[in-house]
């Protein structure tokens, strides 16, 4: 194996510790007081660095999907806006709409469905 695929592995690897760090802080709060907490934030920045750096086309062989990447890209900018509103609302009242907590969750979970089933 090439030193670059064993680069873009790593960089894969990091995406899904990523995703896994957002949903997994999503799934505790969904069974707690349903609130948006700075892990969430840690997630979906690290799935979103290592994201953008899977969207070049280096150490591949094949033709990336942009199309795939642009959904998966503004799917991401909807999260943090959904992060961040939840957030403002949290301090202010001290919880977070129930709708904007549920989208979070499940926006997540579709992006990963958009990665692994949309080929």
Not at 80 to 92: E, F, H, N, S, V
Request: glycine share 12%; net charge positive.
């Amino acid at each position: 194996m090439e030193p670059i695929q064993v680069l873009r592995g790593v960089v894969v690897l990091i995406h899904l510790i990523g995703f896994a760090t957002l949903f997994g802080a999503w799934v505790v709060e969904a069974f707690g007081k349903r609130g948006v907490t700075s892990l969430m934030n840690w997630g979906l920045l690290i799935a979103a660095v290592a994201g953008i750096a899977l969207a070049a086309p280096w150490g591949i062989t094949w033709d990336l999907n942009y199309v795939k990447l642009g959904v998966k890209l503004v799917i991401l900018v909807v999260i943090g806006a959904l992060i961040g509103i939840g957030a403002a609302r949290q301090r202010k009242s001290g919880s977070v709409p129930p709708a904007l907590f549920w989208s979070i969750g499940v926006l997540t979970l579709a992006n990963a469905g958009i990665a692994v089933l949309w080929r």
